[in-house]
Structure formats: C-alpha cells, structure tokens
C-alpha cells in the first residue's frame, strides 16, 4: 500500500445512494454525448445539475436509471465554459456524491477494443481528445497517428483529476515499435494527482503509436480517462 502525510482524507457514514463513475469523463461543445453512470441506489433518478453556476452550457435531453447504473443524455452548447464541471444526480434516495465532467474544444474520439497489440492500434486524429477505460486489470489501449517533421505533441492524460482511480503511464513508440519516451506523473512532486504527460518532438514525418495503461495493471469499469 502507498502513504504519506499528504494522503488526507474525510469519511463520510450515510445512508443513500453513491456515484462511483461516469463515462465518458467530459465532452467536446457543441456536441450531444451519452454518459454511463455507475453506482449504487441509483434507482429513480429524477434529474442531473451541475454545480457552480455552469449549468446553462449542459442540456439534459434524456435520463434513465436502475439499481446500480444511470443513462444520461446531454447536450453540451457551442458556447458552454471550457473547463471542469461538477455534475450531480438526483435519485429516489436522494444526491449521491459529484462527480466531474470536462468540457473541452478539441474533436473527441472513444476508445474502441480490441487495441492492446500493436497492430489493433487505433487511429487517431491529431489534435483530439480521447476518451477510454482501462476495462480490466492487464489492459492496455494503444492509438497510432501521423506526426510532421520537427512537430511537437503534448499528451496529457486526465483521469485521476476527474476522480478516476486510474494511475496513468504514457508509453510512445515508433512505427517499427521502438520505444521512444515514457511518463508516469507529470509532476512527480505532486502525490495528490497522478496523471501522466509526455512532450516529444518528432524528428521524422511518420506514422506513431501510444499506449497507455494502469501503472500497476489495474483495471475495471470505473478505470477511464482523457487524453
């Protein structure tokens, strides 16, 4: 197990439901997205707010529910506030916990399996976002793009930072699988936020991949990420 004095926490004892995930973890505006809810006393959720005054850029089209999940339509607006949202759900047992929502501008692509082996790699534009799930302990997702001559690329992950368990590592390689740089926290200083970030200049035009998966090899339904 991990410790430190930076490992604070508060426990709360409570009847009542609780929201252990969302998926995907935000959304591009000016786009609609379903997100899967998973929890637990979800039954009979009535409606979806967002906490902080942000409320007008999301639209909820359609909400559905059962004992340990929840469907969620929303309709993010063209010019709804970039940035973290905190989204609550308000079910027959009452509000569960918040849970974050990111709104970003880039194009946005789901993770799709099969694409841990190098030749599943999935393709993806450049920029974009990127939104996965390490579905089980061993996964690894893999991406392959096209970068220029002389381009520099960032790719940074979120997922802890939207409250996701996942411990992020960052592997790059190049199109005949040499392993070009790697990352595990991008800032090893920072223990309350483990995402991972890479930054690579690429001295050739040429196809690449990424792969990302749980430090550990972790993994599970709750596991997603943006990068």
């Given amino acids: 197990g991990r410790g430190n004095p930076d490992f604070v926490y508060q426990l709360t004892i409570r009847p009542g439901p ?26 009979g959720a009535k409606r979806l707010e967002v906490e902080g005054g942000l409320g007008q850029g999301l639209e909820v089209k359609g909400l559905s529910s059962a ?17 973290l949202y905190h989204l609550r759900l308000l079910t027959r047992a009452g509000w569960p916990n918040p849970a974050k929502f990111f709104v970003g501008d880039l194009p946005e692509l ?20 990127i939104n996965g799930r390490i579905e089980r302990k061993g996964d690894l997702d893999r991406f392959c793009f096209t970068a220029g001559a002389g381009e520099q690329l960032v790719f940074d992950v979120k997922a802890e930072e939207l409250g996701s368990p996942l411990d992020t590592h960052l592997t790059l390689f190049d199109a005949k699988g040499s392993e070009l740089a790697s990352n595990d926290d991008a800032d090893p200083n920072n223990r309350l936020n483990r995402d991972a970030r890479l930054e690579f200049s690429f001295r050739e035009a040429g196809d690449y ?14 596991y997603g990420y943006r990068q």
């Fill in 18 to 43: 609780y929201l252990a995930s969302i998926f995907p973890l935000g959304a591009q505006r000016g786009t609609s997205s379903e997100l899967m809810v998973r929890g637990q006393m979800l039954t």
């Fill in 110 to 129: 789901i993770e799709a399996e099969p694409n841990d082996a190098p030749g599943q790699a999935q393709r993806a534009g450049v920029p974009a976002t």
């Fill in 67 to 83: 004992l340990d999940a929840a469907t969620v339509q929303v309709k993010v607006a063209k010019d709804a506030t970039l940035g």
């Fill in 209 to 222: 991949s990424l792969a990302i998966r749980d430090l550990s090899r972790l993994g599970g339904s709750d």
